[in-house]
């Protein structure tokens, strides 16, 4: 397995917002982790990410334990976290925010070839490199949170809600270079309101209910499961 989180709890305050969470993401892979509002699927992917502290349990990157690491200690490891709402700079211009993703890298040749191969992905950002980010649309700036993880040179991408507020044509424009991203070898875990979708895009998916992981299996089973049907899927 390339990522490992097994039976982690995290509190924010007094609140118990994951109970019992077991993931397993392996090499190559989409996995993804569906669940209604406040089932705490955000709060999983900041403890994979180390951005919040875990109470229990332990995460293991390619079989080293990262748990007790600060979060630019786990982009080192290879995981970069491309969170919700996006959380660009948006007073700086595209390449600055390209350039922020690399900040922790020194070889230098390599990051400018890299740069060159996100505005290869993503053209649109090459012909906006210098304008501000505020000024971007949503698609664009999904694009860009998108383009900034990779800048870090990671294994495994961590994405949070990335087709919230964007229309369904840009949805599939996402979701197509999620799936090329994956073909060239990325892991990734992708978090999801629109369980269709992820669904669709994912190997293996888990299903988060109220802090507690309540299914796993192939996306493909789930997406014929009965209580997933009925309960995420709308039908
Ligand atoms: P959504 O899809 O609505 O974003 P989610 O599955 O991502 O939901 P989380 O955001 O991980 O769920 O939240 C899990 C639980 O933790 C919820 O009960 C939420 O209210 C609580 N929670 C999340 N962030 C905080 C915080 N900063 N302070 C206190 N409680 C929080």
Do not use: W
């Amino acid at each position: 397995m390339l990522l490992e989180m097994r039976k982690i709890a995290v509190n924010y305050g007094k609140i118990n917002a994951i109970r019992d969470i077991s993931i397993a993401v392996p090499e190559g892979k989409i996995v993804t982790i569906i669940g209604g509002n406040g089932a705490g699927k955000t709060t999983t992917l900041r403890a994979m990410s180390g951005m919040i502290p875990i109470v229990a349990g332990e995460i293991l990157f390619e079989g080293t334990r990262i748990d007790h690491l600060p979060a630019h200690k786990v982009v080192a490891h290879g995981i970069a976290h491309v969170p919700e709402g996006r959380r660009i700079f948006k007073d700086m211009t595209v390449e600055e925010n390209l350039r922020t993703g690399a900040f922790l890298r020194r070889d230098k040749p390599e990051i400018e070839r890299d740069l060159e191969q996100v505005y290869d992905r993503f053209p649109r950002l090459r012909e906006r490199r210098v304008q501000r980010a505020q000024t971007m649309s949503g698609g664009e700036q999904q694009m860009l949170a998108i383009g900034r993880a990779l800048m870090s040179k990671p294994r495994l991408l961590l994405m949070d809600e990335p087709s919230m507020g964007l229309a369904p044509v840009i949805v599939e424009e996402i979701a197509r270079i999620i799936e090329e991203i994956n073909a060239q070898g990325l892991s990734v875990v992708l978090v999801e309101q629109n369980a269709e979708l992820a669904l669709e895009l994912a190997h293996h998916a888990y299903v988060l209910e109220t802090g507690n992981t309540a299914m796993e299996g192939p996306a493909h089973e789930l997406r014929g499961n009965e209580h997933v049907r009925a309960a995420y899927l709308g039908l």
